[in-house]
Nanobody
């Protein structure tokens, strides 16, 4: 079974940095676009950043210049390097990957990891 496992969340002071990781496991033919989303209570889940299989990156305006998304195709892993963190970045972060496997092509979600930025 394909699954995504996230790690790297935690508590950090405003202005600090944190790196999230999301590793896909299972029998995978291809990982297409990978991305990070975040959600706070009472708000819609919002897209933070995406990266295509070719390495093209897109960022939400709120994180552009502070966050960097990258991927390690050899390890089926996507990263989110977060710098200059703000309290407003506090959220549960979810990774998402569009993956082709025996089950076809579909989106998979990580379990979520809490990021808390203190002021």
């Amino acid at each position: 079974q394909v699954q995504l496992v996230e790690s790297g969340g935690g508590l950090v002071q405003a202005g600090g940095s944190l790196r999230l990781s999301c590793a896909a496991s299972g029998i995978i033919f291809r990982i297409n676009t990978m991305g990070w989303y975040r959600q706070t209570p009472g708000r819609q889940r919002e897209l933070v950043a995406t990266i295509t299989s070719g390495g093209s990156r897109n960022y939400a305006d709120s994180v552009r210049g502070r966050f960097t998304i990258s991927r390690d195709n050899a390890n089926n892993t996507v990263y989110l390097q977060m710098s200059s963190l703000k309290p407003d970045d506090t959220a549960v972060y979810y990774c998402n990957s569009r993956i082709t496997s025996f089950q076809g092509t579909r989106d998979y979600w990580g379990q979520g990891t809490q990021v808390t930025v203190s002021s």
